[in-house]
């Protein structure tokens, strides 16, 4: 079975930056796209950033481009995202998500394996 384990949540003040990790364990998950989303309080998960299977092509929700950057570890199973810039709205449970797909898409049926998430809280 694969098993995704997100880490590296935290409190942190506005402006801060904060670095998630996404270990992989079980079957190896080098072919598959690999994404991150959010879910704060009372609203639905959010697609956050994505990466395709080979790492070269990435997406950004509107909302944290330019603050965010989604990377892969060289032997794929492994995926990060540095948060620059934290606002009090980026708030939320992150969660480390992988595709049989191709392609990294927003929608969360997308995807086929999911994380048990970790809580980033940006509060002065």
């Known amino acids: 079975q694969v098993q995704l384990v997100e880490s590296g949540g935290g409190l942190v003040q506005p402006g801060g930056s904060l670095r998630l990790s996404c270990a992989a364990s079980?079957?190896?998950?080098?072919?598959?796209?690999m994404g991150w989303f959010r879910q704060a309080p009372g609203k639905e998960r959010e697609f956050v950033a994505g990466?395709?299977?080979?790492?070269?092509?990435?997406r950004y929700a509107d909302s944290v481009k330019g603050r965010f950057t989604i990377s892969r570890g060289n032997d794929k199973n492994t995926v990060y995202l540095q948060m620059n810039s934290l606002k009090p709205e980026d708030t939320a449970v992150y969660y480390c998500?992988?595709?049989?797909?191709?392609?990294?898409?927003?929608?969360?049926?997308?995807?086929?394996?999911w994380g048990q998430g970790t809580q980033v809280t940006v509060s002065s």
């Open positions: 998500a992988g595709s049989k797909g191709l392609f990294a898409t927003i929608r969360p049926d997308d995807y086929d394996y």
């Open positions: 079980g079957r190896a998950l080098s072919s598959y796209a």
């Open positions: 990466i395709n299977w080979s790492g070269a092509s990435t």
